[in-house]
């Protein structure tokens, strides 16, 4: 202990007390610790209360290196799996969304096939004459019936009502 006590009066002196130095002097004291260590001797060890808020933590700069390129390689990673993750509960949704716009277009096709047996069923000849008698009409007599055929053979034969669409005012 002497020789430790010798080593840290003689860094003192000189001025050179650094964190290199008090790891070296750590160092040396660990080493003669364990050389005075003998046998199956019991290792006592006393608390000692150290107050270290005088102290100031040094910059390095190789961890901070790994911390700011950990923390990029963090965030790409977070980046990817929100990424991946929309993707993938989007395609849920449109899955949700193509068998909704399925079942709704199913649905209308039923309604349509209704809608021709409905009409299939309210116009057929046999309805209409039942219908027609009940309200008095009578069966037309020859002669009132026209056909578009016979019309183009004479000029006085009675015309058949015809839709003619507006024409279009030219702004131009």
């Given at each position: 202990m002497a020789a430790a006590r010798v080593v840290l009066e003689s860094f003192r002196e000189k001025g050179h007390w650094s964190a290199e130095t008090a790891m070296e002097h750590n160092r040396w004291l660990f080493a003669a610790q364990q050389r005075a260590r003998r046998g199956p001797t019991p290792e006592v060890f006393f608390e000692k209360r150290l107050d270290n808020s005088r102290l100031v933590k040094a910059d390095?700069?190789?961890?901070?290196?790994?911390?700011?390129?950990?923390?990029?390689?963090?965030?790409?990673?977070?980046v990817f799996l929100m990424l991946y993750s929309w993707q993938?509960?989007?395609?849920?949704e449109y899955g949700y969304r193509i068998e909704t716009e399925r079942a709704q277009l199913q649905h209308l096709q039923d309604e349509n096939h209704?809608?021709?047996?409905?009409?299939?069923?309210?116009?057929?000849?046999?309805?209409?004459?039942?219908?027609?008698?009940?309200?008095g009409m009578q069966s037309p007599q020859p002669g009132q019936t026209i056909s578009p055929g016979m019309m183009d053979g004479n000029p006085e034969a009675p015309v058949l009502a015809?839709?003619?669409e507006p024409a279009m005012p030219n702004f131009r």
């Open positions: 390095d700069p190789v961890r901070k290196r790994e911390m700011r390129s950990f923390s990029v390689a963090a965030v790409f990673f977070f993938h509960f989007s395609s849920i209704q809608l021709g047996l409905t009409e299939a069923q309210l116009t057929r000849s046999e309805r209409i004459d039942r219908l027609a008698h009940q309200i015809q839709v003619r």
